[in-house]
């Protein structure tokens, strides 16, 4: 069955470490998205990518990166600079073409800090 | 930048219909979407309107006013399964046709 696979599902954060969320798609999808959660809010994007290699800054990018090596893989790294990572993060994907391009998204990944 | 708002939470009955309404701000708009969340999980496409009127899917209804920048969210004979977070959002032709959510309502049933 083709879809989106985050993990882990929990993931803890120690002060000052980086920690990598994974992202992966067996949709042939061009367009992956990072959004953040959280408690009784909607969804910010942090980072998106349009294609291989390329990857743009969403909304509220500080504290993150990202890379796109591969169309199916993209990983998100939370790094020490993100001071506030406590929240539920989704990964999206959707085709480029046509203007109703739906997002598919993954079951997401709660990250807390130690 | 976009300006995207929903009533927080909302309550109804087993049976009942509640209207989840949704007004947006945008320079370029190109698209409006509703999706549902439960909790601690990922949230599920259920419509897209793109032009002005009524899109129905099954107990699920989109209306859409370009002009008003105005669309709500009908579901009619609610169930308890309908309980979740409903997430309206925005894209924008003039911010890289990125999608904008706005806050979400709750829905309890």
Known sequence: DGGITQSPKYLFRKEGQNVTLSCEQNLNHDAMYWYRQDPGQGLRLIYYSQIVNDFQKGDIAEGYSVSREKKESFPLTVT??????????????????????????????????? | GQNIDQPTEMTATEGAIVQ??????????????????????????????????????????????????????????????????????????????????????????
Not at chain 2, 28 to 55: C, I, R
Not at chain 2, 62 to 68: G, Q, T
Not at chain 2, 83 to 100: I, P
Request: aromatic share 14%; net charge positive.
């Open chain 1, 80 to 114: 020490s600079a993100q001071k506030n990572p406590t929240a539920f993060y989704l990964c999206a994907s959707s085709t480029r073409t046509g203007d109703n391009e739906k997002l598919f998204f993954g079951s997401g990944t709660q990250l807390s800090v130690l």
């Open chain 2, 20 to 109: 989840i309404n949704c007004t947006y701000q945008t320079s370029g708009f190109n698209g409006l979407f509703w999706y549902q969340q439960h909790a601690g999980e990922a949230p599920t496409f259920l419509s897209y309107n793109v032009l002005d009127g009524l899109e129905e899917k099954g107990r699920f209804s989109s209306f859409l006013s370009r002009s008003k920048g105005y669309s709500y969210l009908l579901l009619k004979e609610l169930q308890m399964k309908d309980s979740a977070s409903y997430l309206c959002a925005v894209r924008d032709r003039t911010a890289g046709n990125k999608l904008t959510f706005g806050g979400g309502t709750r829905v309890l049933v």
